[in-house]
């Protein structure tokens, strides 16, 4: 059974995932090896105002910013470590940029969950904007932070 050490996000998969894929307010992307999942993460389109955005994000920005936000994820207890974590912020930027190409987004938004995610996200390259773990990064900023995506 996944369990990324957040009861919240575990449950989410479990119960919720399945609902929210039906009703479109998320894809879920799930990592797995044969059945055995490893990590999953979702996307959304989302906004943010501008004078919530981070001052990169918000420099020259339509109010409000189109974002895609990337909502829950998580990865396995058992393969955290091991780059996981990284490759799933890789995977959302790849297809959050082919989905920017067809409908106008600035960035990737996200709300990480405690201090420990935010601390990941910093590490990542995502910036702090006015709201409490409110992070984003624009593509451009993205796409230097983790080089080529393909
Ligand atoms: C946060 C999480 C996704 C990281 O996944 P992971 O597979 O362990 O991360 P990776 O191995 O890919 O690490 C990538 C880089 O981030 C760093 N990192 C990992 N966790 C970190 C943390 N909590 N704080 C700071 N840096 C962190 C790693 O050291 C690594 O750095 P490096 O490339 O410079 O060596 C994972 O710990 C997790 O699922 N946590 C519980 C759920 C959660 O918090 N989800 C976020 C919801 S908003």
Redesign the pocket.
Known sequence: MFD???EE?NDWLVRYAGQAMAARDAVVYLLHEDREILGYFTLSAGSCSRHEASLRVGKRAPDPVPMILLG????DLG??????????IRQALKRALSSAGAIGARGIL?H???D??Q??YA??GFEESPVARQMMISFAELAETLGSIE
């Open positions: 990324c050490g957040n996000l829950r994820m998580g990865v393969h955290q470590g091991q780059g996981l974590g990284f490759e799933i996200l990480a969950i405690d420990s995610a601390q990941f590490h990542l």
